[in-house]
């Protein structure tokens, strides 16, 4: 009987290494993905912030020149209009859209008839691609043959030069962006009332409140977190705008709408200087990371404006 049982102590000491459990690795699964980003991602800004150091011209040697490309960049003229023609458009291609998007939402949350056949009209815009657009409008913008001169001739106002003049042609370009991205904004609020009870409208109408004090007071603080995710979505498309740009206009007349992406295709890829145009590059990418960081901190201080009045 002993034997019997040191035999089988010996055997399931001798089994014991064996069913020892070991943390799984998750390395094999990692690494692909790593790889990926490195490839795709990290690689091409290491070699932009590299070759924006250098001065670097297509058919020319590479000279390290270090920070000169950044220094250069407050001293040139194109790229401060640049910089201003950007930040104006980008601001109106945000706050419209904001605007006629609420509008939108709102009256498309009301139950009327062909409700959803009339929302699948108003989103085709944003479903068709940006030449396309772009040629549409180019037609609508011309002084003699467009549509939009005729219209207004309709109403007796004079005809416009839209984007052939140099005062008028981003709130043209504006115009293409409010109509195109309008329904992206008019979607996300949507799914913002969607998603607001029915008690606080119930006993705002026991109260008396009228259309505007229910707007003010209920609806607006509620889709204040959807517009502010409508609001980020927009200003970094915005802001990184070029096909319409470029397939309108390519920045003219003269400079008048060159923004700081068709800027940096110009120096890039028209007067081939590599090392400045990826120092615009690292530029611009920080002024996108500056306004998204704008954005969330205005989030997060409303947020906490609102908690600390709640609290009250």
Do not use: C
């Amino acid at each position: 009987m002993s034997t019997v049982i040191q035999a089988t102590s010996a055997a399931a000491d001798n089994a014991a290494p064996e069913r020892e459990w070991r943390p799984p690795s998750y390395w094999p699964f990692v690494i692909p993905a790593l790889v990926v980003v490195l490839a795709v991602i990290i690689f091409p800004w290491v070699f932009t912030i590299w070759m924006s150091m250098h001065e670097w011209k297509v058919g020319s040697p590479t000279t390290f020149v270090g920070l000169a490309n950044y220094l250069r960049l407050p001293t040139d003229p194109r790229f401060v209009e640049a910089v201003g023609h950007t930040l104006l458009y980008t601001a109106l291609s945000v706050v419209l859209p904001l605007i006629f998007g609420t509008l939108a939402a709102i009256v498309f949350h009301q139950k009327f008839a062909a409700r959803g056949f009339l929302r699948g009209i108003f989103i085709m815009p944003m479903m068709a691609t940006p030449v396309a657009i772009a040629l549409v409008w180019t037609m609508m913008f011309h002084p003699q043959l467009g549509v939009l001169n005729y219209l207004l001739s309709l109403v007796g106002l004079p005809p416009q030069l839209w984007v052939f003049n140099p005062n008028t042609v981003i709130p043209s370009l504006v115009l293409v962006e409010t109509w195109q991205w309008t329904p992206l904004v008019m979607l996300i609020v949507l799914g913002g009332l969607a998603a607001i009870p029915t008690e606080p409208y119930e006993s705002a109408q026991i109260d008396g409140a009228n259309f505007w004090q229910v707007f003010r007071f209920i609806t607006l603080p509620l889709i204040m977190p959807f517009l502010f995710i409508a609001g980020m979505i927009r200003m970094i498309d915005a802001v990184k705008s070029f096909d319409i740009i470029f397939a309108i206009t390519q920045g003219g007349p003269g400079s008048a709408s060159e923004t700081i992406n068709v800027y940096l295709y110009s120096v890039a890829f028209v007067y081939y200087d590599l090392g400045y145009g990826s120092a615009i590059a690292v530029v611009f990418f920080l002024l996108i990371v500056a306004l998204a960081a704008l954005l969330l901190y205005l989030r997060k201080r409303m947020l906490w404006t609102a908690e600390l009045g709640g609290g009250a």
